[in-house]
């Protein structure tokens, strides 16, 4: 079962780091000023995650089931296609707060709308994930051979939490301090 806690480790993770940005989201239809900056540092993360890691790992194991002729390896990379067009919707959304934080002018309510939908967009994608990929996974693979695929990823991509800690100091006092969020 390291597979599948190892996955739901990773999904309470992202969805601590949605819930960072709802908060952030909810400042705002409040009408105070939420903090761009800690929303910038939670989209770069999220970012850096799906890429080095999720994405990654997500395509080795979907190739991993259609090697042996499996069709849920067809479905777990079309999962993979979902992480694509988040990251657009997450790219829009840093250029955004780029933009914002260059002082220059964007409509609040269009940048709430915005920040709202790559949220839905983004727990949209983890519920697909849990109630297809994780299955997908438990069937068509055996613990050895997840972690063989996991482990062949580079040693940045399975330490992403240190990293976050590291590099992100704000956004991880947030990250600790949130109890784990539903997605």
Partial sequence: MLKLTQLRQDHAHMARLLHVLSLQHRYLVTGERPSFRLMREACDYIMDYMNDYIVPLETLCGNR???????????????????????QRLRHLEDDLDNILMDAIMPMTLFGERLKAYLDAHRHVLRIER???????????????????????????????VRLQQE????YAEFRDIRPAVA
């Fill in 168 to 171: 992100y100091p704000d956004l």
């Fill in 131 to 161: 109630e297809h990929l994780f299955p997908l996974l438990d069937a068509g693979m055996d613990e050895k051979e997840y972690v063989e695929l996991r482990d062949t990823l580079p040693l940045q991509a399975r330490t992403q939490l």
């Fill in 65 to 87: 089931l259609t090697e042996r002729g499996a069709h849920s390896g067809q479905e777990v990379c079309e999962l993979a296609g979902e992480y694509r067009e988040l990251r």
